[in-house]
């Protein structure tokens, strides 16, 4: 089975200092790995994806997100956060058939204050 | 619009009654979801199909059922809605050769 933990319900960081929203992974296979974004009262925007290949992959919004295999995570980060960057921010996970539907983590809320 | 779409928005049903959310994409994408997002659960899967006339169940399919008879429209039935059921539903599809999933704008059902 396959499943996502983001440990930090809550994620505070001032606007202009870097961000990063952890997120572990456990999955059989190589795994595919996702971030998505959620604006109060919106559905999920997708942000980011790691299939294969370099471990830093670069996504919408000046987002980034290492993967490290080892440590079976997938961090996300951003240089300088930015006050609109506060929203709910969700990591995912599925298998390397890309059959499977995502498996999502409970979700981590990112407020940027001013 | 292009997009996926979803309807009602926002519904209020009581215990009992039968109550159908909808689901339409025009990208013709072949895998199609629906999700639940509740409080400290995050998204949970429901259902999902990955072409016209196949589903599966998810992680919590008790009390709800599906159908997709045209690849675009994948509709939810709560056939008899419990407060349990209470909840934002957000449908989801992605192509079959692609690999992120893209979501509809949710629907909020409230259950009294």
Not at chain 1, 20 to 33: A, D, F, M, Q, R
Not at chain 2, 54 to 79: A, C, H, M, Q, W
Request: hydrophobic letters at 30%; charged letters at 15%; aromatic letters at 14%.
């Amino acid at each position: 089975a396959q499943s996502v933990a983001q440990p930090e319900d809550q994620v505070n960081v001032a606007e202009g200092n870097p961000l990063t929203v952890k997120c572990t992974y456990s999955v059989s296979g190589n795994p595919y790995l996702f971030w998505y974004v959620q604006y109060p009262n919106r559905g999920l925007q997708f942000l980011l994806k790691y299939i294969t290949g370099d471990n830093l992959v670069k996504g919408s919004y000046g987002f980034e997100a290492e993967f490290n295999k080892s440590q079976t995570s997938f961090h996300l980060k951003k240089p300088s956060a930015l006050v609109s960057d506060s929203a709910l921010y969700f990591c995912a996970v599925s298998r390397n058939s890309g059959n499977t539907p995502l498996v999502f983590g409970k979700g981590t809320r990112l407020s940027v204050i001013a | 619009d292009a997009g996926i779409t979803q309807s009602p928005r926002y519904k209020i049903t009581e215990t009992g009654r039968q109550v159908t959310l909808m689901c339409h994409q025009t990208w013709s994408h072949s895998y199609m979801f629906w999700y639940r997002q509740d409080l400290g659960h995050g998204l949970r899967l429901i259902y999902y199909s990955a072409a016209a006339d196949i589903t599966d169940k998810g992680e919590v399919p008790d009390g709800y059922v599906v159908s997709r008879s045209k690849t675009e429209n994948f509709p939810l039935t709560l056939e008899s809605a419990t407060r349990s059921q209470t909840s934002v539903y957000f449908c989801a599809s992605r192509a079959g050769t692609g690999y992120e999933q893209y979501f509809g704008p949710g629907t909020r059902l409230t259950v009294t």
